[in-house]
């Protein structure tokens, strides 16, 4: 149980175009998804937090307006690199949470998107 | 700004080794994960801690919360080269469901 699928798991595009990356909870309900980056080597680094229903809440830093998110139903929700350039090359990985009362605040990982910027 | 600073930064042992590696930080954490990642995968997590002083193992693998919930430690018997990956531990603080992920550790298990 508690599996999280992201598509594509790789993608390449041309800088100057946008790149729609999606995150599904296959067998629960995500109350909220998470939406983190990864640079080779390093750590994962929280992009955004988004909540079925509503606007997502993004880290300082981010770029709402570069980083769309939407989180419109309970098990979908999608992140578009907008205008991509060739520093938005990355490892984007999404997590899921039920959020069920009574249980600790797990999060569900997506084996992560590459994304490379030509 | 949180941070969970984890030590080392990279490991390189010998199969049958015995390792720890540290997550520390000056904030309190409700709760604390630990996950293994490998190579082009999200990370797969490997234990949950809420209670300060806990003490979990899983097979090879001891996980330990500070009694102040401020730091955690996982320390890996006999190591082996399935263990080679990256160890990351996330902590999340009371009234927020974030994780903040600490800066990871390498590790590398030459056969």
């Known amino acids: 149980g508690a599996v999280v699928s992201q598509h594509p798991s790789r993608v390449i595009c041309k800088s100057g175009t946008s790149v729609k990356i999606e995150c599904r909870s296959l067998d629960f309900q995500a109350t909220t998804m998470f939406w983190y980056r990864q640079f080779p080597k390093q750590s994962l680094m929280l992009m955004a937090t988004?909540?079925?229903?509503?606007?997502?809440?993004?880290e300082q830093g981010v770029e709402k307006d570069k980083f769309l998110i939407n989180h419109a139903s309970l098990t979908l929700s999608t992140l578009t690199v907008t205008s991509a350039h060739p520093e938005d090359s990355s490892f984007y990985i999404c997590?899921?949470?039920?959020?069920?009362?009574?249980?600790?605040?797990?999060?569900?990982f997506g084996p992560g998107t590459r994304l490379t910027v030509l | 700004t949180q941070l969970l600073e984890q030590s080392p930064q990279f490991l390189s042992i010998q199969e049958g080794e015995n390792l720890t590696v540290y997550c520390n930080s000056s904030?309190?954490?409700?709760?604390l994960q630990w996950y293994r990642q490998e190579p082009g995968e999200g990370p797969v997590l490997l234990v949950t801690v809420v209670t300060g002083g806990e003490v979990k193992k899983l097979k090879r693998l001891t996980f330990q919360f500070g009694d102040a919930r401020k730091d955690s430690s996982l320390h890996i018997t006999a190591a082996q080269p399935g263990d080679t990956g990256l160890y990351l531990c996330?902590?999340?603080?009371?009234?927020?469901?974030?994780?903040?992920f600490g800066t990871g550790t390498r590790l590398k298990v030459l056969a």
């Open positions: 904030s309190v954490f409700s709760s």
């Open positions: 988004s909540n079925e229903g509503s606007k997502a809440t993004y």
């Open positions: 996330a902590g999340t603080t009371s009234g927020t469901y974030k994780y903040i």
């Open positions: 997590s899921a949470s039920p959020r069920l009362a009574g249980l600790t605040d797990t999060q569900y």
